[in-house]
């Protein structure tokens, strides 16, 4: 037994010093990062494997707004592949496979098809692949006889403007405006289709210019998976559904089980980038490290729903396990995420000045409209629920994913190490988000820090008293 000397500090038992700054504006400041050697994001800002927090809605608002969302593993391999699909296709500057459809198809099919893939128009075919027509919703909208061959409402090749599949995004914005049209068809030297440009899709990549996305223009996400055996099948699904990186996500990640995923995640899939955890001390990250993992996540307890170190009596608090951590990693090249416990933009701040490259967020986002967990209504105010992944109801959930439900006498062998709970409603993430990165910038430029790196290098924190901590809080007035 040994009792380490020095105190665990958490968020709240410390306050940032202000720096001499030369930051004008927050404006000047670039909260980007690295998540891992070869993923950027232009906000540092992750969202949780949770089940009450990180689906195909959750991901693809964290992505267009320059963090990235992970999905979280605790829901079937198909389900959790669908949901990778579903963000890969979001955005892109070319629909890589266009929905199709043959000339002698019905005007009832042709609506079918639109109305089950949620597209607003299909490209019609003929039985070598060639370009012969395009038909939208408008054009099948009020066609009296849904039995008529398509040919007869679709606009023909003659009249179709198409594109050579070498067009700039420019070029094909240029000539969707010359004619006045939305959808633009791409074909080969021998007319067949190669690719779709909507002006949909060039909206969103107008609307959304921080976005992370891949080389091909798709929104980046990340898929969880376990050390089970079925996790590699997991893995596979995931990957090929476009997964841009693989998170090994496992409670005690600085484990011999982990440590073996991670590796043979990097054999099986050596271009997919690794992400580990959870681990709180250093040898962890270097362990996970070692073992291929490109980032590692930090925490062990601080999560809101946590009740891990009550129940086990383990646990880091989390500005040290950040601190102890981040710089392991930053020796071997690396970043850390920063996993639980946050609850405001300072916190945020805290955090990255702490060290870490990026934070994720559970609870903060749980709260949204894009998170998967159910609304209540509670004494006329809205809220969602979030659970921990160790919770009871997480557990017993699990099970039935497994196809075993569990007895109901069964549940009080479970030992949870996490909660159910409701947290307020707060609306649409991208406004949450706004406020989280303003006050991040701010936060940068009280360092004098323009870029992370900076903020890393001159951060001095100063330890803080309750007292210390309640001064920081709106004091000695009633708020309205
Ligand atoms: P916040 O504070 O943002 O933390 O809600 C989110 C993180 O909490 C972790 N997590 C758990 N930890 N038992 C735990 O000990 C649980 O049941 C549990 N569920 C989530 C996880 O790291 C998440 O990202």
């Known amino acids: 037994m040994k009792i380490r000397p020095d105190v665990g500090l958490t968020f709240d038992d410390v306050l940032l010093a202000p720096q001499p700054s030369s930051v004008r504006s927050r404006k000047d400041v670039s909260p980007h990062t690295w998540l891992t050697p070869d993923i950027r ?13 990180t689906e195909e809605r959750m991901a693809i608002a964290m992505a267009q707004l320059g963090g990235i969302g992970f999905l979280h593993r605790f829901m079937s391999i198909a389900d959790q592949a669908d949901c990778v699909q579903k963000v890969k296709r979001a955005e892109s500057i070319v629909v890589e496979n266009p929905l199709t459809i043959s000339a002698d198809a019905s005007v009832d099919q042709a609506r079918g098809l639109m109305a089950e893939a949620d597209v607003g128009g299909l490209v019609v075919l003929d039985a070598h692949n060639q370009v012969i027509g395009m038909v939208t919703n408008r054009d099948v909208l009020f066609a009296p006889d849904g039995g008529a061959p398509l040919s007869q409402v679709m606009t023909p090749r003659n009249r179709l403007v198409v594109a050579s599949q070498d067009e700039t995004i420019e070029q094909a914005r240029a000539k969707l405006f010359a004619n006045r049209i939305e959808k633009l068809p791409l074909v080969d030297g021998e007319g067949r289709l190669t690719g779709l440009i909507t002006a949909q899709d060039i909206i969103k990549i107008q609307q959304h210019p921080d976005a992370t996305k891949d080389s091909r223009g798709r929104l980046r996400v990340g898929a969880a998976v376990g050390v089970r055996a079925d996790d590699l099948e997991r893995a596979a699904a995931c990957v090929n559904a476009g997964a841009d990186l693989l998170v090994v996500d496992i409670a005690h990640g600085h484990s011999e089980h982990t440590i073996a995923m991670v590796r043979q995640l990097k054999q099986r899939f050596p271009g997919v980038p690794v992400v580990a955890g959870n681990v709180a001390v250093p040898q962890g990250v270097i362990d996970l490290a070692q073992a291929g993992a490109e980032a590692i996540k930090v925490g062990v307890g601080a999560g809101s729903t946590c009740t891990t170190r009550i129940v086990t009596g383990f646990g880091v608090p989390q500005l040290t396990a950040i601190a102890e951590c981040a710089q392991a990693a930053q020796a ?3 970043r850390i995420i ?35 967990g159910a609304p209540v209504i509670r004494n006329g105010r809205r809220y969602k629920i979030v659970r921990g992944m160790a919770s009871l ?36 993430a991208a406004d949450t988000l706004h406020q989280l990165v303003g006050g991040l910038r701010s936060g940068m430029s009280y360092a004098g820090a323009r ?5 890393w290098e001159k951060a001095e924190f100063i330890r803080v008293t309750p007292s210390g901590m309640r001064e920081s809080h709106p004091h000695d007035v009633e708020l309205i």
């Open 332 to 334: 071997l090249g690396l």
């Open 338 to 372: 920063a996993d639980g416990g946050i609850r405001n933009s300072g916190d945020i701040t805290k955090a990255l000045a702490a060290g870490a490259g990026s934070v994720m967020l559970g609870n903060i986002l749980a709260g949204m409209d894009e998170s998967p």
């Open 393 to 428: 109801t997480a557990n017993v959930d699990r099970k039935k994913l497994e196809h075993s439900e569990m007895p109901i006498e069964d549940w009080g062998d479970v030992v949870p190490e996490g909660v159910e709970a409701i947290v307020s409603y707060r609306g649409a």
């Open 41 to 53: 994001l232009s906000v540092p800002i992750i969202s949780s494997n949770m089940d009450t927090v």
């Open 451 to 455: 870029t992370l790196e900076e903020l």
